[in-house]
């Protein structure tokens, strides 16, 4: 998947990954413990953000590798990996919250103390890169739905990311990067990896959805902070990133327990967005046959049933790659994110 003279996407196996060598890979994500090393590539120096939510539907390993089109330059700012072009960055962190003691006289929980540092220093790598603008945000942590320190863990983290990204200037509303956030095994550790651009895309929400910001307080006393897709457009191509993605219409949680039901409301809510998307990008022409997806399914035993759904909507042959992972909501059994490519004619 590419937009011209942009992104790149691809979903491989470690061997089709080791066996292409590509000189332009900006940063990589591996699945189900697969080695830092992504297949004994020939840039070492490559970030590669290691997430340990098991892949399923018979693929032992795969690498999400993104790629940009041109050469780029590696490096590191405190713990951030990170590989760069004059427009582009990718970046990864990982912070093992029991290896992240608690500040002096600080009321917060490890999580909140990981996190917080987290984002931290993602916000300090951008600056210190002068590449301001968060496309797109991938989270891992372990025990998403686990109560911990007198509250559910998803919300600690939404509260240690608000108060991040507030101490280091950043919007916690409108202009907010496209997200996901989702379960780990325990004893993970909490993974951040990161598109970041010069330039400031389209932040879409979508028309059926409450924006995730705006979220009532019974969703917590801090509201997640993403959009629901990002637009970028760069030469000759648009790229969008679509966030995690669930049966979820206006603020609440539909079909409790219907795993199929789920998946045609989460597959609805994906059309709504690539609808806004090329409403608001001339010349575009999303489409939901056309995109790359990870399924993330919270119980195993409903693969087959999301595979079913998935079959029925989206084009022969598309690629989706499925993982097991709890998700942000305990009623919610499947989440969906997807990134599209389009090209667009020179005069669009």
């Known amino acids: ?21 590509w000189g ?3 940063g990589v994500a591996t699945f189900n413990g697969s080695p830092e090393s992504a297949g004994g590539s020939a840039l070492p120096e490559i970030p590669v953000a290691q997430v340990s939510t098991p892949v399923l539907a018979n693929a032992a390993k795969v690498y999400e590798v993104w790629r940009c089109g041109e050469g780029a330059e590696s490096g590191r700012h405190d713990r951030v990996r990170f590989r760069r072009t004059g427009d582009m960055l990718f970046g ?23 996190t917080t540092q987290a984002y931290r220093q993602v916000c300090a790598t951008l ?3 002068k590449i301001p603008h968060l496309l797109r945000v991938w989270n891992y942590l372990p025990d998403i739905n686990r109560d911990s320190h007198g509250i559910e863990r998803y919300r600690e983290f939404n509260s240690a990311r608000q108060d991040a990204l507030r101490a ?66 760069q030469a000759g191509g648009l790229t969008l990133f679509i966030s995690g993605t669930a049966s979820i219409v206006g603020h609440r949680s539909l079909h409790a327990g219907d795993t199929a039901a789920q998946t045609r409301e989460t597959l609805t809510n994906i059309e709504a967005l690539l609808g806004e998307a090329n409403r608001m990008a001339p010349g575009a022409h999303f489409s ?11 119980r195993p035993a409903d693969l087959p049933i999301i595979q079913a759904e998935l079959n029925s909507a989206l084009a022969q042959g ?8 709890d998700i942000c909501r305990q009623d919610l059994l499947v989440e969906i994110e997807a990134v599209g490519m389009c090209p667009l004619a020179a005069d669009a």
Do not use: W
Request: with cysteine; aromatic share 8%; hydrophobic share 40%.
């Open 318 to 325: 598309a690629r989706v790659i499925y993982l097991q992972a």
């Open 168 to 233: 280091s200037g950043r919007a916690l509303t409108g202009n907010v990067p496209a997200a996901s956030a989702l379960g780990a095994p325990r004893d993970s550790p909490v993974v951040v990896y990161f598109l970041a651009g010069r330039t400031a895309p389209t932040f879409v929400e979508n028309p059926r959805q409450v924006s995730a910001y705006h979220y009532p307080p019974q969703y917590g006393a801090h509201s997640p902070v993403f959009s629901r897709a990002s637009l970028l457009r």
């Open 127 to 129: 600056d210190a890169e």
């Open 24 to 26: 332009d890979v900006l």
């Open 288 to 298: 939901l046959g056309s995109l790359a997806c990870k399924v993330y399914v919270r």
């Open 1 to 21: 998947m590419r937009a011209s003279g942009g992104l790149h996407l691809n979903y491989v196996s470690p061997s089709e990954y080791q066996a292409a060598r």
């Open 92 to 114: 990864c962190i990982a912070v093992d919250e029991r290896m992240s003691p608690q500040s002096h006289g600080s009321a917060h929980s490890p999580l909140h103390e990981a």
